[in-house]
């Protein structure tokens, strides 16, 4: 589980990081906002359109937050970034959530 103090918990600011910038790939899309925080803080969305098995919206945050917590030591200081995930993320393995992820953290520079 990611640790408290890198998750983005309030809904103001996940509505402020909505209005940055944009990146939808086909397992995701991924907000993220440029602030002076010194640690970076995210937030994970799977909604009902993805599955309406509560079981299976939740593995899907649980993957991508594993991942994130993972890769924390590369994530630059200062960002708030927001993954909404889509249906196909419900089709995929770990493995490749973990992969398409990174890739798309690394070509927008959130990690090193």
Do not use: H
């Amino acid at each position: 589980m990611l640790p408290q103090v890198f998750r983005l918990n309030e809904r103001l600011k996940i509505e402020e990081v909505k209005r940055g910038k944009k990146y939808t790939s086909t397992l995701f899309v991924l907000f993220w906002l440029k602030d002076d925080s010194q640690k970076p803080k995210f937030s994970f969305v799977c909604s009902k359109v993805v599955s309406g098995k509560a079981v299976v919206r939740n593995r899907i945050k649980r993957q991508m937050s594993e991942v994130i917590r993972k890769n924390l030591a590369r994530v630059s200081p200062g960002f708030k970034v927001l993954l909404v995930a889509r249906k196909e993320a419900a089709l995929r393995k770990y493995e490749e959530i973990e992969k398409e992820l990174l890739a798309v953290l690394e070509k927008e520079e959130i990690i090193k």
